[in-house]
């Protein structure tokens, strides 16, 4: 493995050249704490770390360079990119090897509402930027969580709640007119939640 990454502070970023001095400094130690062997060498500017436990950690004043060069296992770099994270570094990955942190956020994927059955409803949430959106959330059955999104509704016919706790979707159905839609959501036990005159974005897993 040939790798360059690059450690910078987390938001909010430093706003002086003194307050970059501290936390790089903050680093160091908190670094010199964990891994005992490592000694900083010049100065939180311009150096390197002595005895870095994985590659090597070049200290420059516009960045801190990791350098990997002739690693094999991933592993151990995922482990010490977390260490930097939960230290207040942020760690950019410039090929796209996947060692960035803080992790790139998975794009939610598209579902159906067929994917509800089997699943669980967990909340509702207006979204006012959209003036009438709705959002309703699930855990599905495999774990996953969905929602279930309205760019607008005419009318909302929620179910007794206190049955719901533990209750599974059974069904989710879409019915479709020249005008608007109507989704049906069916519970164990006959519960239905019904949003109508509405305008249905989908449903969204991730």
């Not at 964990?34 to 870095?52: E, M």
């Not at 994985?54 to 990119?81: F, M, N, Q, S, T």
Request: with cysteine; net charge negative; proline share 6%.
């Amino acid at each position: 493995m040939a790798l360059d990454l690059f450690l910078v502070p987390s938001k909010p970023k430093p706003r002086s050249k003194s307050a970059l001095l501290k936390v790089r400094q903050a680093l160091f130690e908190a670094l010199q704490a964990t891994y005992p062997d490592t000694s900083l060498v010049g100065n939180a500017t311009q150096g390197h770390i002595a005895n870095f436990p994985l590659g090597a950690l070049h200290i420059r004043p516009d960045e801190l360079h990791w350098a990997l060069h002739g690693v094999v296992e991933a592993a151990p770099v995922h482990a010490l990119a977390d260490w930097f994270a939960d230290h207040g570094f942020d760690c950019e990955d410039p090929q796209g090897a996947g060692f960035a942190r803080p992790l790139p956020k998975k794009r939610a994927e598209k579902g159906s509402l067929e994917d509800l059955a089997g699943g669980q409803w967990v909340a509702l949430r207006f979204d006012r930027n959209y003036a009438t959106a709705l959002d309703f959330d699930f855990t599905l059955a495999d774990g996953r969580n969905a929602v279930m999104r309205f760019l607008h509704f005419g009318s909302c016919r929620i179910p007794d709640l206190s049955p719901l706790v533990k209750a599974v979707v059974t069904e989710a159905t879409l019915r479709s007119t020249r005008h608007d839609e109507t989704v049906s959501v069916k519970f164990e036990g006959g519960h239905e939640l019904l949003i109508a005159d509405a305008v249905f974005d989908g449903v969204r897993i991730g």
